[in-house]
């Protein structure tokens, strides 16, 4: 009963940066958990980052630590996704996604709120 508006994908060359937005609306649950994920062409699902409301705690994948930041705006039920120093391999459609659950996860099964994705292209 979450949406979830993925937005500030876009085509950009290696090395750059962007930055992505997620916007929550609807029945929101205190102690949510917003990640990211991602769909190469071709590849299945993967997790990118994660963030938990109750600790603040966030989780990466070991392919973008240390390259991409999750934040998150509480007042504007908003999550952002901070990408630097991109790579082609970085190429895919990321999508937001929710759990009421307080706990940090990485597996896509334990989400059940999803955005339509945005695409982002890394021109080497």
């Known amino acids: 009963q979450v949406q979830l508006v993925e937005s500030g994908g876009g085509l950009v060359q290696a090395g750059g940066s962007l930055k992505l937005s997620c916007s929550a609306s609807?029945?929101?649950?205190?102690?949510?958990?917003m990640a990211w994920f991602r769909q190469p062409p071709g590849k299945d699902l993967e997790f990118v980052a994660g963030?938990?409301?109750?600790?603040?705690?966030?989780d990466y994948a070991a392919s973008v630590k240390g390259r991409f930041t999750i934040s998150r705006d509480t007042a504007k039920n908003t999550v952002h996704l901070q990408m630097t120093n991109l790579k082609p391999e970085d190429t895919a459609v990321y999508y937001c996604?929710?759990?009421?659950?307080?706990?940090?996860?990485?597996?896509?099964?334990?989400?059940?709120?999803w955005g339509q994705g945005t695409q982002v292209t890394v021109s080497s």
């Open positions: 963030t938990t409301s109750v600790s603040g705690g966030k």
């Open positions: 996604a929710h759990t009421n659950d307080y706990r940090l996860r990485q597996s896509r099964n334990s989400y059940d709120n």
């Open positions: 609807g029945r929101t649950a205190s102690g949510r958990t």
